[in-house]
Nanobody
Framework: QVQLVESGGGLVQAGGSLRLSCATS????????MGWIRQAPGGEREHVAA????????YYAGSVTGRFTISRDNAKNTVYLQMNSLKPEDTAVYYC????????????????????WGQGTQVTVSS
């Protein structure tokens, strides 16, 4: 059974930083593209960041470019999202997701491309 478990969310002041982690189990992490999607209350899902399993290609939404960094440790089956210079509009539930059995340089194009999702972790940024 594939499981993705996020951690690291919380309450932070504007300008602060958080690091989200997503630990995966139940399948080979290598071979899966990983990403982060967020959803604010009453808002639509936003595809925030993605990384090919090779690490060679990365995607960021324009709203987070220059502030967020996605990374992965294939030995630990874990993907991370470092979030700096946080803004109140970054407040959302953040989901980790996996697009499995893909080519080394493949990047998911949208949130609907992912096969498995975590339960989400709340990030709240106060002004």
């Amino acid at each position: 059974q594939v499981q993705l478990v996020e951690s690291g969310g919380g309450l932070v002041q504007a300008g602060g930083s958080l690091r989200l982690s997503c630990a995966t189990s139940g399948r080979t992490f290598r071979g899966d593209a990983m990403g982060w999607i967020r959803q604010a209350p009453g808002g639509e899902r936003e595809h925030v960041a993605a990384m090919a399993w090779s690490g060679a290609r990365i995607y960021y939404a324009g709203s987070v470019t220059g502030r967020f960094t996605i990374s992965r440790d294939n030995a630990k089956n874990t993907v991370y999202l470092q979030m700096n210079s946080l803004k109140p509009e970054d407040t959302a539930v953040y989901y980790c997701a996996a697009d499995i059995n893909v080519a080394a340089y493949y990047l998911p194009a949208s949130a609907t491309d992912y096969d498995y999702w975590g339960q989400g972790t709340q990030v709240t940024v106060s002004s």
